[in-house]
């Protein structure tokens, strides 16, 4: 299967298992492509190399990032030379060598919780410099600014925003007589109209990764619990067994008993197969993460990619503001503390800061690299297809957030234990607990977690 999510915070409690540990067996596993220690310039000098560590992405993405990051970058100057190895696992490989104080030079992790304990283990470097150096706080969307943050300063920034909403057939919507629905009635009734008609109500499915059941918790808590209400459950300020929020966890198990979620094919269906089904009108919708326009390149082709459209989600709580999303990252950038090439490192992450590497990745490689600017500055008219409806996505996405519409997404902001929590979501829509049970043990699991300092730094929501 392939990749569309990372390993994510659990792995906080491993590496401070690992902190004592020297030996490196682990992360001296052969990447799929070698660092050499250093290169020759053109004119016969050694240049320092700057290392950073991705996930396996596959060739076509792998070129992608070589044609717009590594090339130009080591190109611009003659001190440096980047070299970006891809890493099938890289999540592991990362929490050992930042526990024996090895690792790569700019450190790729899994958001707010994953950073938080390397930063305060001393394993990450202090940002703070780099952000004032290069004006971050005034590019960067504010609260994706405070996540990374840790007791105040800055330890990592995301690569890209990363939403949940609708992905729609337009053919099937049209062929049909339906509009993009705006309201959960809208919703509803055009699935239960597909479902009448023998089509999936939506297509998605948790085959080979159980965490995507995160993302149908997240959606619900964001549209039915509310914002203020889940950013006072993750402040401490509100119990996690309040009526706002268990009536989310019902109304997600209730779509799920519904068959709205694929239906008995949720947990045959991953997201390869979700799409290929959107893909050849089988459903009308496809309700999951904006990364899923990386595998919709495969599947919506040539003229076909014209009829793939995003839009957000309606809210099931009519109060909540519209359009309303639910804020996330797909990956975090820092810099390892005992790097000896901290400015070069620093430079290199300002680079994907920018509008410019956002259009210019997109065109390429959608879905993946939304970068958390505040605006998008830049003549993106040369976008067609997949990246230009992913572009529009995160235009609106950018918006929505400045404006303080937005919720929190699990694997973000959720400490590890709670995360996991939400993750065994299903045991509710599966009816072996009731949500009240569940909530009571992610009352006591978080708790814990806000005791301990676990928590990440949470940004108020406008409502």
């Not at 001393?122 to 840790?150: F, H």
């Not at 964001?222 to 706002?244: I, K, N």
Request: aromatic content about 12%.
């Amino acid at each position: 299967m392939q990749r569309f999510k990372h390993l994510r915070h659990s792995l906080w409690f491993v590496t401070l298992l690992l902190l004592g540990v020297t030996a490196l067996s682990a992360c001296a596993a052969a990447p799929d492509a070698a660092s050499p220690s250093g290169s020759a310039d053109a004119g016969g000098g050694e240049r320092q190399t700057v290392t950073m560590w991705f996930w396996g992405a596959p060739p076509e993405h792998q070129e992608t990032m070589k044609a717009v990051l590594v090339d130009p970058y080591n190109a611009s100057q003659s001190e440096y030379e980047l070299v970006v190895e891809f890493r099938n696992t890289v999540d592991k490989d990362i929490s050992v060598a930042l526990a024996a104080g090895e690792g790569p030079d700019i450190v790729y992790g899994s958001g707010p919780s994953f950073v938080a304990p390397y930063a305060t283990a001393g394993k990450l470097e202090n940002m703070d410099a780099c952000s004032a150096a290069n004006g971050w706080q005034d590019r960067i969307l504010q609260p994706i600014y405070e996540s990374g943050t840790v007791n105040g300063s800055l330890y990592s920034l995301p690569n890209s925003l990363n939403t949940l909403g609708i992905f729609y057939n337009k053919a099937v919507l049209e062929e049909n007589g339906w509009t993009p629905p705006t309201t959960i009635e809208e919703l509803e009734a055009i699935m239960d109209e597909a479902m009448a008609q023998g089509m999936y109500a939506s297509v998605t499915g948790n085959k080979g990764w159980k965490p995507v059941n995160e993302n149908y918790a997240s959606l619900f808590l964001t549209h039915a619990a509310g914002p203020q209400a889940v950013h006072d459950a993750l402040t401490g300020e509100l119990a996690w067994t309040s009526p706002e929020i268990q009536a989310a966890v019902e109304k997600s198990a209730e779509w799920y008993q519904k068959g709205y979620l694929a239906g008995e094919d949720y947990v045959n269906l991953n997201f390869n197969d979700a799409v290929q089904l959107l893909a050849d009108g089988r459903s009308p919708f496809f309700i999951g993460p904006t990364l899923v326009f990386q595998f919709a390149t495969q599947f919506f082709q040539g003229e076909d990619a014209a009829n793939l459209g995003f839009i957000p989600f309606p809210n099931v709580n009519e109060e909540l503001a519209y359009p309303l999303y639910t804020l996330g990252t797909t990956a975090s950038l820092s810099i390892n503390a005992n790097s000896d090439v901290k400015d070069a490192a620093c430079a290199i992450i300002d680079r994907m800061m920018t509008d410019q590497f956002l259009v210019d990745m997109t065109a390429r490689w959608p879905g993946y690299w939304g970068v958390p600017v505040k605006e998008i500055n830049v003549d993106s008219s040369q976008l067609t297809g997949l990246s230009a409806e992913y572009l529009s996505a995160i235009a609106d996405i950018m918006a929505a957030i400045n404006s303080g519409n937005f919720g929190y997404f699990t694997a973000t902001f959720f400490p590890p234990a709670t995360q996991q929590e939400f993750i065994n979501i299903d045991t509710v829509w599966l009816g072996t607990e009731s949500a009240s049970d569940m909530l009571e043990r992610v009352e006591t699991v978080f708790t814990e977690e806000l005791n301990a300092n676990l928590v990440p730094p949470i940004p108020a929501p406008a409502q």
